[in-house]
């Protein structure tokens, strides 16, 4: 079975999923952050700002084309006519964007390397890059501020995608994974290792 969606529905799935992982992440940062040591808090840190920063780029680059449909659909015109009368309070997000898709590129995306394989760190990104959990987390609450917007004008249309998506999902066919034979292999390669290198000192490696 094929999920078959036109232009606007397929924006509209990938922002709604943008902003669901966006929440998701959000949440779980808030759970979690003071129940891990220090070392491994700031592992868990740097995974879910990444991860914040990941669907935030992705929404950034969605709505992008969202807008583009202005003139196939009279609610995506009002959308865009809402977006310019209010283009001062977005006007932070404008400047952060290129900003928010280098470090995607960079330091996810390509992750430490950009587009020619240079090796790039931290201290290569421009310095007002937002690089905390208070600056992603002030940049994706604004994007699902105007998410709000979007799910209020294709309200119908987006609960449409969602009852798709449902009905595609409940179809797919289950694949029966043989789990005794996977952990079977992965021992015996483990063994294999050990034999050949000696165990190793995970606790070196968990910061």
């Given at each position: 079975?094929?999920?078959?969606?036109?232009?606007?529905?397929?924006?509209?799935f990938i922002l709604f999923?943008?902003?669901?992982?966006?929440?998701?992440?959000?949440?779980?940062f808030i759970r979690k952050k003071n129940d891990f040591e220090k070392d491994r808090k700031d592992n868990f840190e740097f995974i879910a700002i990444n991860n914040l920063y990941l669907f935030t780029y992705h929404f950034i680059q969605e709505e992008k084309y969202l807008?583009?449909?202005?003139?196939?659909?009279?609610k995506v015109k009002e959308y865009v006519d809402f977006y310019d009368e209010n283009k001062e309070?977005?006007?932070?997000?404008?400047?952060?964007?290129?900003?928010?898709?280098g470090y995607r590129n960079k330091l996810i995306g390509h992750y430490?390397?950009?587009?020619?394989?240079?090796?790039?760190?931290f201290s290569d990104l421009p310095e007002n890059t937002p690089k905390t959990d208070v600056e992603i987390f002030y940049y994706s609450d604004l994007l699902n501020t105007l998410f709000v917007v979007i799910a209020k004008l294709f309200e119908s249309e987006l609960d449409e995608?969602?009852?798709k998506t449902r009905e595609y999902e409940i179809k797919i066919p289950t694949i029966e994974i043989d789990i005794e034979a996977l952990d079977e292999e992965l021992d015996k390669f483990k063994?294999?290792?050990?034999?050949?290198?000696g165990e190793i000192n995970k606790k070196k490696y968990s910061n």
């Open positions: 079975m094929e999920l078959k969606f036109n232009k606007l529905e397929q924006s509209l999923r943008c902003v669901a992982n966006i929440e998701a992440t959000k949440k779980m807008r583009k449909l202005y003139s196939e659909n009279k309070i977005l006007k932070k997000l404008r400047i952060a964007k290129d900003l928010i898709i430490y390397r950009d587009d020619k394989g240079n090796f790039i760190h995608v969602l009852k063994d294999i290792v050990r034999e050949q290198y």
